[in-house]
């Protein structure tokens, strides 16, 4: 008689078959939803537009905006192009780190409702194979959107990014990415525990835009708020890429302590985000099941 | 003798649940799913589970198969203990536990299958033959490349009976996987159950349907308010009733009757299930139906009784059940279950 092919302990390559499947079917899933991996990377140049319009009305035209914006922020910036590019990176960047919160935490909640997560937790394959998979995807599709939206808003704002240090700009945001999959495991983890994701994702998505200065450096703060808005791992991201573009300095000093700053964060606050999130798995496990949505 | 494959120790299930009252503040409740359940399922048997909603069932599957803690006791898969060794159990173990849930609409059942059978880690060249085999076993090739979205619930619930079998594992926990399926699908699939039985695996099988625990299973535990209330072949079961007969009766009788047909000397049980349209099934559970049908008959009509049909019938599972709970499958636990027990012996 059969006993089955599975593995209680897998070797490498089962594992990476776990990674790669759940991989492969997120993007299959969201390529069958046409149109939306696009659309998606249309928002950030519409919420770049809207500073950028109102400094303009506010301060009688794009030079005095910029001029107006370099000299209250203490930021080194210039022209009106150097100000355009402050906000859609600014816009850019919260995209991404919106995205890979609800990426996860409406992945939870979706694997919630359709009995998926249940039928995952059924099978022998590791929380930590399963959430990678999931994180290469949302990396993925984040940095497609990145992408795609910097080209849009350079286009219609007509800027260069490229005048700036672009690859180190990526390479900022490619390091920042682990600090936000931690973010993005406390997010999912709370979703999993109180099985909703719309009013925690509306609430901290604009917690989340004040925190991180997507329109403004976080230096205008009052000193309390400044201190936690700059220990929030994507205002650091945020302005590690701006201040490589525009060729400005960095809130957090020197490049060698924004990269050190970086590395700190990509490797503690994906540990804690894991940690947090197999802790409330257990507590689910303990009091309802996975499965109770 | 074959050891067995599963054994629970004591197992139960603590939930706390808040209760609202109006007018009053919230309270924790303690609800006890599970009371020291022992169970023992042999290697290579069909293990049938009864019980109403809300007896306990789910409760008891869920944490066989690792989605839930239990609050005490000790269980084993496979011989992997089921909170140590949580990987090994799953490993071991192939499920349907939701029906037609638990799959990717957007993807299509042979995409499904994949997935599926690659976090079972079942190597890829093996997992596409074991697809192939299922596609052929189930027949499932007019619909397995199209998105499950466009399935009918009875396809959804055949390809998620294939997802249980893509690892292959030696042991297979089906909950109530016919549900949905029209009459020959299920038929189709028992006659499955049977030959994978056949071919040495061991199977726990709740439904509710008494026919198909007769049909498919060697042994059977009858569970209820979290205790399993009887265990044995479905023959010792029936057995165990000695020389008592079922008469039922179908009709409108209003809850007098009932108390009247209990009052009856000779009448051991008389279980009720409501009919949407004000008609009930009564089964008056006595030691001699022949002997016994006159005075049932007296008991019953008269007094805004309306019967259509009465007859004595061969005494079933559910009448086990009836026996010892004094309900029908049919009504759930949860809502009439402390009424029903109330109501036992008039």
Redesign the interface.
């Known amino acids: 008689m059969s006993r089955g092919f599975g593995l209680g302990r897998p070797g490498p390559r089962a594992s990476a078959g776990v990674v790669w499947a759940v991989f492969r079917a997120r993007l299959k899933i969201i390529t069958r939803y046409k149109g939306a991996v696009f659309l998606e990377s249309i928002i950030p140049v519409i919420f770049a537009g809207l500073p950028i319009l109102l400094g303009a009305a506010v301060a009688g035209g794009e030079q005095n905006a910029a001029n107006n914006f370099f000299a209250y922020t203490g930021t080194t910036g210039r022209t009106a192009a150097d100000f355009r590019l402050y906000m859609l990176m600014g816009s850019n960047t919260f995209m991404v780190v919106t995205l890979m919160l609800w990426l996860i935490g409406y992945w939870v909640r979706r694997e919630q409702e359709t009995g998926t997560l249940e039928a995952l937790y059924l099978t022998p394959a590791k929380r930590f194979h399963v959430l990678a998979g999931v994180t290469s995807y949302t990396f993925i599709r984040a940095l497609i959107a990145f992408l795609v939206a910097t080209v849009l808003g350079a286009l219609l704002f007509n800027v260069n990014p490229l005048e700036g240090n672009f690859l180190a700009a990526v390479a900022y945001l490619v390091l920042g990415i682990p600090a936000l999959w931690g973010i993005s495991f406390f997010f999912g983890a709370l979703v999993m525990r109180i099985k909703e994701a719309n009013s925690v994702i509306q609430l901290l998505q604009w917690v989340l835009a004040f925190a991180m200065g997507v329109y403004f450096p976080v230096t205008v703060f009052p000193f309390l708020l400044r201190v936690v808005a700059m220990g929030f791992p994507p205002t650091l991201m945020n302005d590690a890429i701006r201040s490589t573009l525009l060729g400005i300095a960095s809130i957090y000093g020197p490049w060698y302590v924004v990269l050190g700053l970086m590395l700190i964060a990509a490797w503690l606050v994906p540990l804690l985000g894991y940690e947090f999130f197999g802790w409330t798995e257990r507590r689910v496990k303990r009091d309802q099941g996975v499965g109770q949505f | 003798m074959a050891e067995p494959i599963i054994r629970a120790e004591g197992l139960s299930k603590t939930?706390?649940s808040k209760e609202r009252k109006k007018g009053e503040k919230k309270r924790k409740k303690e609800v006890h799913a599970l009371k020291s359940v022992d169970l023992e399922v042999l290697d290579g048997e069909v293990f049938g589970l009864l019980g109403p909603n809300g007896a306990g069932k789910t409760t008891l599957i869920?944490i066989l198969?690792?989605?839930?803690?239990p609050t005490g006791g000790s269980a084993w898969v496979n011989g992997?203990s089921i909170t140590k060794?949580e990987?090994?159990?799953?490993?071991?173990?192939?499920?349907m536990?939701?029906g037609d849930?638990?799959?990717?609409?957007?993807?299509t059942g042979r995409?499904n299958l994949?997935?599926?059978g690659?976090?079972?880690?079942?190597?890829?060249p093996?997992?596409a033959k074991?697809i192939e085999h299922l596609i052929a076993l189930l027949k499932l090739d007019d619909f397995i490349d199209r998105?499950v979205e466009t399935y009918s619930s009875g396809q959804r619930m055949i390809v998620a009976f294939a997802?249980s079998l893509v690892?292959?594992?030696?042991i297979l926990f089906l909950d109530e996987p016919t549900v949905t399926m029209d009459v020959p699908t299920a038929r189709e699939l028992r006659r499955i159950v049977k030959d994978l039985n056949d071919?040495?695996?061991t199977i726990l099988y709740t439904t509710h349907l008494m026919h198909e625990a007769e049909e498919l299973c060697d042994r059977v535990a009858i569970i209820d308010h979290g205790e399993i209330i009887a265990l044995g072949t479905p023959r010792e079961l029936k057995d165990s009733l000695g020389h008592e007969d079922v008469v039922s009766l179908e009709g409108i009788f209003p809850d007098a009757t009932v108390s009247r047909l209990r009052a009856v000397p000779g009448v051991l049980e008389v279980a009720v299930s409501a009919e949407d349209d004000g008609r009930s099934k009564l089964d008056v559970m006595v030691e001699n139906s022949r002997a016994m049908l006159p005075r049932i008959i007296e008991a019953v009509t008269g007094q805004g009784s309306t019967v259509e049909e009465i007859r004595p019938k061969e005494i079933t599972l559910e009448d086990v059940f009836v026996a010892k709970t004094g309900r029908t499958l049919a009504v759930d636990t949860r809502v009439v279950g402390e009424k029903a027990v109330r109501g036992r012996g008039g």
């Open positions: 939930f706390l869920k198969t690792t989605l839930l803690l992997y060794e990987d090994e159990v799953r490993a071991s173990i192939g499920c536990l939701m849930r638990g799959l990717y609409w957007k993807l995409e994949d997935y599926f690659a976090l079972y880690h079942v190597p890829r093996d997992r074991q998105t997802k690892n292959d594992a030696p071919h040495g695996k």
